[in-house]
């Protein structure tokens, strides 16, 4: 399979790769009920979510997911990336609670696909 074809600027009438391959990928963040029970018995209503230091998206921890929402889904927080000419790279992120923070990590975004990370906390 040709990799040029994950390119957000592939041409089919390209002859050959020239290196001008322009990738992106995504990921979401989602919390299952159990945490969102967990952190509203702490007293903890919203979470803000922020992707190398940028903030991202805040959300309410009454709304949980049964199960991974897809990136851009209504309602999901979701980082899309312009990887360049790389097909993967890695991002920090921290979700917190104000200026108190609830976790953190690392996160590994692929071209032309959705990550789907579950917090943990």
């Not at 979401?28 to 159990?34: A, D, I, S």
């Not at 976790?103 to 032309?112: L, P, R, V, W, Y």
Request: proline share 1%.
């Amino acid at each position: 399979m040709n990799s040029a074809l994950d390119s957000k600027n592939y041409s089919a009438t390209a002859e050959e790769d020239d290196g001008s391959c322009a990738y992106e990928g995504a990921a979401v963040f989602w919390f299952g009920k159990t945490m969102s029970d967990s952190l509203q018995a702490y007293g903890i209503t919203e979470l803000t979510y922020y992707v190398d230091g940028q903030l991202l998206d805040t959300e309410s921890t009454s709304t949980y997911w049964t199960s991974a929402p897809t990136c851009g889904q209504d309602g999901s927080a979701t980082v899309t990336k312009d990887l360049g000419g790389s097909k993967s790279n890695t991002y920090n992120y921290s979700v917190k609670n104000g200026t108190d923070e609830i976790t953190n990590g690392t996160i590994k975004i692929e071209a032309n696909s959705c990550f789907a990370l579950e917090l943990q906390w």
